[in-house]
């Protein structure tokens, strides 16, 4: 857990460490994996399950453009990182959407 708050902290100030311990929680067996427990970017398949899956059915998000927007701008701020915790993208896509309050 202290690892992926960590990470979370190096791309958002004022991280809610009970919002990261959901997030955890809602990836559960996904983290286990080394493969599914990080995001790409330059895979547009990869893209479309995270708008598909927490987006949309996660954090309720309809609008397709807006969610094209916010992952490029999660895709932007963790660019220097070559493995992207799903933790931390996740971590940052609710953020940028004003959707923590989802995991509250």
């Known amino acids: 857990m202290t690892d992926y708050l960590a990470d979370v902290k190096k791309y958002a100030s ?7 311990e959901k997030i955890v929680k809602h990836l559960g067996i996904a983290l286990r994996n080394r493969d599914s427990s990080l995001v790409s970017c330059s895979d547009q398949a990869e893209l ?8 949309t ?3 309720g ?20 990182s070559r493995q992207k915790s799903r933790v931390t993208f ?4 609710a953020e940028n959407t004003d959707q ?5």
């Not at 004022?14 to 990261?20: I, L, R, S």
């Not at 998000?61 to 927007?69: L, V």
Request: with cysteine.
């Open 14 to 20: 004022n991280v809610d460490e009970a919002v990261v």
């Open 48 to 55: 479309d399950r995270v708008k598909k899956g927490f987006m």
């Open 57 to 59: 059915k996660k954090l």
């Open 61 to 80: 998000m309809t609008d397709e453009a807006k969610k094209d927007t916010v992952l490029a701008d999660v895709c932007k701020k963790m660019a220097a």
């Open 90 to 93: 996740y971590y940052l896509v």
């Open 100 to 104: 923590l309050s989802v995991f509250a």
